[in-house]
């Protein structure tokens, strides 16, 4: 009987959780305006990076990126301190792999916290990044990328 119980509460646990990572857009706009104060500038940039990455477009991509970049392959930390830089080797690290996750990334599935938004499985980040001093004007940028 005990059994009985442990295995249904343990299905019903396993069938639920698909359900619960499951957001509509104005949950994800809601969760981006709690972390950020507003949801739109990501928006506009998850939008503009999988136009870019969908047309091949280098030099457009290069200027979605914060610099330094790291990049984290197989374990080994890749630098890209400028975006002349990172167009040299912008087939070694938007790869296929990574360009088809940007691209078929669906909004509502991304995942916020406080430091940044994730694609993927953590293969991509982007955040506000201050673009003076005071930090009083950011821009939204990727921030790492992990392969």
Not at 14 to 38: I, P
Not at 91 to 112: G, H, M, W
């Amino acid at each position: 009987m005990m059994k009985t119980r442990l295995v249904i509460l343990l299905l019903t646990l396993f069938l639920g959780v698909g359900n619960t990572f499951a957001a509509t857009v104005q949950e994800v706009d809601q969760r981006l305006d709690s972390l950020f104060g507003s949801h739109q500038p990501y928006r506009d940039f998850f939008m503009d990076l999988q136009k870019a990455v969908a047309a091949k477009d280098k030099d457009r991509v290069v200027t979605l990126v914060a610099y330094p970049l790291k990049v984290g392959v197989k374990g080994k930390e890749h630098i890209f301190r400028t975006p002349a830089m990172l167009k040299k080797r912008y087939d070694s690290v938007f790869t296929p792999e990574l360009s088809q996750i940007i691209v078929s990334q669906k909004y509502e599935e991304l995942f916020a916290r406080d430091q940044g938004v994730m694609m993927g499985d953590g293969q991509l980040w982007f955040s506000g990044v201050c673009a003076d001093k005071a930090c009083k004007k950011s821009r939204v940028l990727i921030t790492r990328i992990n392969q």
